[in-house]
Structures are given as C-alpha cells and as structure tokens.
C-alpha cells in the first residue's frame, strides 16, 4: 500500500499524513503563493519524519491567478474570509498534479487534507468549491473515466469524504507527531512569526482550542 499526500505545510494537510496508509510520501507546489515558508514546513516536517517528499514548480501559473487574488496578488491579508482568498480550482489543479504522479509511481491512494469546515456554506455557496465531498467524488468519476480500464485505480480520500472537521483532524495529527504538528505553517504572511492576524491564524487558533491542544504556535498577536 502506497499513499500519497498532497501538502501544503498547513496543519490541515500536516494533520492528513496521521491519516496515511502503508509507504507515505508527500508532493507540495510552489505556485507563487507570498506564504513560502509553507514550503520550508513541509521540508522540516518530511525530513523529520522520514518521508519522501517533491516540490513541483507551477509558480509560472501565478499570473492566471491574476492581481486580486489574497495569496498570489496584490491584495492585502484579511483577518476574515473573503472569496478572493480563493485561488481559483487550485486544489483541483493540485489533486490532478498529484493523481497523475500516483498513476505512474503506482500509488493506491492520493490524499488532500481539506476537512468539513472548507466546505461551510455563505448564501448557499461552499467557501471552498473544490474541497467539498460531492467534488471529489466527480473528480475521482472523471479519473476513472480518462484513464484505461485496465489500469490500476487510485483512490481520491480527503478529510472531507471522511466527515472530519478542522480540530478533528488536528487531533489525529496531534495523536501521530505531538508537538512536531506546530512546526507546521498556517499563516498566509511569511514573516517570521505566525500573524496571529489573518484568517488562517485565526482559524489555526480556534481549532487546537476546540480539539482542547494546547496551542504551542507563536504568533506576533
Ligand atoms: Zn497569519
């Protein structure tokens, strides 16, 4: 059993690596985001764990992602969600990425570690489109379709698909690395100290309060 985990560096997908099967290795992608040090995380956290690990350079695509964008663009950090903090289908352009370099590595399973609470609802419409269950599920349908029936089929499994909610999966991190999981990077600045300020600082702080971890980050605020 061959497992391999899409990671950004987060505590989400930091988290999923708990939830891995048999050989785990990692596949991460610089795609121009300002939060590099997302990416020394994964380095770190790999190596300490002893896992295989490869960056893929997409960083060419920044550009498509246009100006506005919070993560790639010109727009400031915000403390709460906004839609321009998504970067459009890049969860799905990672989940190809990475299902392409399982089909031909012969992986079993690709992970990614988006959890129910990517998928909340404002006005009827997820917060994040392309992390929910009912996505994945056509993804996976699609895959299945492109790709001979002969060959082996690898399996899309997702914190969401598992009904796992933000703090439920940072205790299963917690359980498997302790106090490696806060090595993982959430912020979405790349100073030298988490923000404590921009929503993926706050939604990091109100996840290990609710999985009742004490919370070892250290942030500016
Ligand atoms: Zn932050």
Redesign the pocket.
Known sequence: MKTLVVASGGADSISTLSLAKGEVEIISFNYGQKATRELQSVINIAKKLNMKYNIIDISFLKEMFGTSNQLTGDSDIKPAYQQNVVVPLRNSMFLQIAYIYALTHDFDIVMLGSHMGDCAEIDGERLYPDCSPEFFKAFQHAMDLGTFRKEKKVQVVTPSILGLSKFQLLQKGYEYMNTLLFESWS???SEEL?????E??NNRKSAFALAGIEDKTIYAQ
């Open positions: 912020c979405y600045k988490h923000c404590g300020n921009c993926s600082c």
